[in-house]
């Protein structure tokens, strides 16, 4: 099994900044993609910002040129700094690795418990 555990997240006025971060831990062969997604009431999880290794990055339309994502290969962690936050970037935001587990011979997908990010004045 593979356990995620998120810290950082909060209530920041608009134009602030948060850092989230997230280490994996458990039964870990190896882990292809860390990344976060998101997901604001009433709307479905997207996707923010992914690490696919080898210095392959995406990251959603919406927070290009906002928010950074990097990741410690050796600590197994992936942190997003969110700069310019706008109330619109409000929503729970979960940590996700695509990853295998020793004695499997697939990845699977695994998911934080979620953190809650507020951005109002």
């Known amino acids: 099994q593979v356990h995620l555990v998120e810290s950082g997240g909060g209530l920041v006025q608009p134009g602030g900044s948060l850092r989230l971060s997230c280490v994996a831990s458990?039964?870990?062969?190896?882990?292809?993609?860390m990344g976060w997604y998101r997901q604001a009431p009433g709307k479905q999880r997207e996707l923010v910002a992914a690490d696919s290794g080898a210095g392959t990055t995406n990251y959603d339309d919406s927070v290009k040129g906002r928010f950074t994502i990097s990741r410690n290969r050796a600590e197994n962690m992936v942190d997003l700094q969110m700069n310019n936050l706008k109330p619109e970037d409000t929503a729970v935001y979960y940590c996700y690795v695509k990853a295998m587990e020793y004695g499997s011979s697939r990845y699977s997908n695994y998911w934080g418990q979620g953190t809650q990010v507020t951005v109002s004045s």
């Open positions: 458990g039964s870990i062969f190896e882990l292809r993609v």
